[in-house]
């Protein structure tokens, strides 16, 4: 069931009236949820479903919904199962032969690109990027051709190291944009390139709340040689030396040696 992202007027009186209705309300935060409950006038028993409890608490709430009980699954904000704990729950229930029925509302990832102004007849959302840099840097070399707009969460804390990753791998000149705090009192969405938005950072663009960052696809997708090439100075750099595996690389492809360097990038290595 989707809850406000922020704006308490954004839940619906749909979901309202199931939160009045159901058994048993499964939350991701427990004391959020019950400050939710009460400020639309709605008693209802709340019991605790996150990433740490879910393994257990997972056939402790199927066996109750077995049992003929309704319960109502939220998460702290927004839509569960969306970079939240739920969807074991719900696949858990469907092979219960239990009713999963969806309950529509806000979503942080479809509010901020309705405000982004990049494309979005296509996208991909990519959730919380690895906090660690070797994974991240991973993470986002694997999206390096994508020509889809792309979508990420990121905490405050780890904003600015993420911006820097995100230059390094698509471009300080990659259209971009930034939604901060959506749907509470000091929304705001910064668009730019990821080089100026970085600037902005502490700013034009305050380090406070929670953030939504997009980034434009790459409008110039790696072409089939050049994914050769990078695919196989990746094999031949796990045994080569990085300047003789890029020269054999070239050999390989046909690519001149400059064109394999900037395809993988070695001397960032």
Not at 33 to 61: D, F, M, W
Not at 208 to 232: C, D, H, M, T, Y
């Amino acid at each position: 069931m989707g809850t406000p992202i922020g704006n308490l007027d954004d839940l619906s009186p749909r979901a309202r009236d199931i939160l009045g209705a159901v058994d048993l309300i499964a939350a991701e935060d427990t004391r959020r949820t019950r400050g939710l409950l009460s400020s639309i006038g709605v008693s209802c028993a709340v019991t605790s479903y996150q990433e740490h409890n879910e393994t257990e608490a997972t056939p402790k709430l199927v066996e109750r919904l077995r049992a003929g009980e309704s319960i109502a699954l939220v998460s702290d904000a927004g839509t569960p199962c969306i970079s939240d704990p739920g969807w074991r729950l719900v696949r858990a229930a469907r092979e219960a032969g239990v009713a999963v029925l969806s309950v529509p509302g806000p979503s942080a990832v479809v509010a901020a690109l309705t405000v982004c102004g990049l494309p979005t007849d296509r996208f991909v959302f990519e959730g919380f990027l690895p906090r660690r840099a070797g994974p991240r840097r991973e993470r986002l070399a694997c999206l390096r051709a994508e020509t889809r707009t792309m979508v990420f969460y990121e905490s405050v804390h780890r904003l600015e190291q993420t911006l820097v990753a995100l230059e390094a791998e698509f471009g300080v000149d990659r259209p971009a944009a930034i939604a901060r705090e959506l749907t509470k009192l000091h929304e705001q969405t910064r668009h730019g390139t990821l080089g100026e938005l970085r600037e902005q950072l502490g700013a034009a663009l305050p380090l406070k709340g929670e953030f939504v960052v997009l980034v434009a696809g790459n409008r110039q997708p790696v072409g089939g040689s050049e994914a050769e090439a990078e695919r196989i100075f990746e094999l031949l750099s796990r045994e080569l030396p990085p300047k003789r595996a890029v020269a054999l690389a070239a050999e390989i492809t046909g690519l001149t040696r400059n064109q394999v360097y900037r395809i993988t990038r070695v001397a960032e290595r």
